[in-house]
């Protein structure tokens, strides 16, 4: 799952889309596109959001039917499921929400595959609980991502144990590389992030065995409008997912 934090302007999105998913076609690697329509969880007001989620899903629903790539998004609310449920191949709950039991059951009935992110401050054992709650309904198109646990103030790291510990619960685990770098809150008014690390922590999650990768990826991370510190050049990603996916073949993960 790749893709810019949230919707600049649907050129940006479809362009780098595109480009994209020319990168994962060469390298035989499945794609799904990431961008949100809306980011509710900005640290400060003044912060920007997104297109809002007419507009936004009008620019996903270009990504999948021009391109044919399946699109996943954040969902925040329990009134957002239905209309993104239309458009999305995958909604996803952010980790701030990953507790919010309306909002999983919701998006569990909606039939959707969801991608619930796993807060900051549980216990990787937790997710079991969110799991049965997801799973209540009769859905079992989940998937878990582990992004880093809070570390004191304004940081984050990654226990590589929670990988292995999840993936027992019989559920695809994903790791964000590049939420994993954040430092929340880290500038004041914004977040910082240290995108340096995001090869050495994705080797590191590839090797310890995991089903898929998150990152976010932008053309210019430097003058993106959201979580520019911690996202992945584009022009960067290429050469990265060739050394992981030469690292994948070596490590290939149990079955879950």
Same mark, same amino acid.
């Given at each position: 799952?790749?893709?810019?934090?949230?919707?600049?302007?649907?050129?940006?999105?479809?362009?780098?889309?595109?480009?994209?998913?020319?990168?994962?076609?060469r390298?035989?690697?499945?794609f799904?596109?990431?961008?949100?329509?809306?980011?509710?969880?900005?640290?400060?007001?003044?912060?920007?959001?997104?297109?809002?989620?007419?507009?936004?899903?009008?620019?996903?629903?270009?990504?999948?039917?021009?391109?044919?790539?399946?699109?996943?998004?954040?969902?925040?609310?329990? &009134?957002? $499921? =239905?209309?993104?449920?239309?458009?999305?191949?995958?909604?996803?709950? %952010? #980790?701030?929400l990953?507790?919010?039991? !309306?909002?999983?059951?919701?998006?569990?009935?909606?039939?959707?595959?969801?991608?619930?992110?796993?807060?900051?401050?549980?216990?990787?054992?937790?997710?079991?609980?969110?799991?049965e709650?997801?799973?209540?309904?009769?859905?079992?198109?989940?998937?878990?991502?582990?992004?880093?646990?809070?570390?004191?103030?304004?940081?984050?790291?990654?226990?590589f144990?929670?990988?292995?510990?999840?993936?027992?619960?019989?559920?695809?685990?994903?790791?964000?590389?590049?939420?994993?770098?954040?430092?929340?809150?880290?500038?004041?008014?914004?977040?910082?992030?240290?995108?340096?690390?995001?090869?050495p922590?994705?080797? &590191?999650? $590839? =090797?310890?065995?995991?089903?898929?990768?998150?990152?976010?990826?932008? %053309? #210019?991370?430097?003058?993106a409008l959201? !979580?520019?510190?911690?996202?992945?050049?584009?022009?960067?990603?290429?050469?990265?997912?060739?050394?992981?996916?030469?690292?994948q073949?070596?490590?290939?993960?149990?079955?879950?």
């Open positions: 799952m790749a893709g810019p934090c949230v919707i600049e302007s649907r050129e940006m999105a479809l362009q780098t889309a595109g480009r994209l998913a020319d990168i994962c076609n390298l035989d690697i499945p799904i596109f990431k961008s949100s329509f809306d980011k509710g969880n900005r640290s400060s007001l003044a912060s920007f959001r997104g297109p809002g989620i007419d507009e936004g899903l009008r620019t996903l629903a270009e990504v999948r039917e021009h391109l044919r790539i399946p699109v996943v998004t954040d969902i925040h609310s329990t &009134a957002e $499921v =239905a209309q993104a449920a239309e458009v999305a191949d995958v909604l996803q709950i %952010p #980790a701030f990953c507790r919010q039991t !309306d909002l999983i059951l919701a998006a569990s009935r909606s039939g959707r595959c969801v991608n619930i992110k796993k807060g900051q401050f549980l216990a990787p054992w937790d997710m079991k609980n969110v799991i709650k997801f799973t209540s309904t009769g859905n079992r198109q989940l998937i878990i991502t582990e992004r880093g646990s809070s570390f004191g103030y304004n940081n984050l790291v990654v226990d144990r929670g990988l292995p510990i999840m993936r027992a619960f019989g559920y695809p685990v994903v790791f964000d590389v590049t939420h994993s770098l954040q430092l929340p809150g880290g500038k004041g008014d914004r977040s910082g992030g240290q995108r340096e690390f995001a090869e922590l994705a080797r &590191a999650a $590839v =090797a310890v065995g995991v089903d898929g990768l998150f990152m976010e990826v932008h %053309p #210019a991370p430097d003058r959201c !979580d520019g510190p911690n996202m992945i050049p584009l022009d960067d990603l290429e050469g990265m997912l060739a050394r992981l996916r030469e690292l073949g070596k490590c290939s993960p149990p079955p879950c």
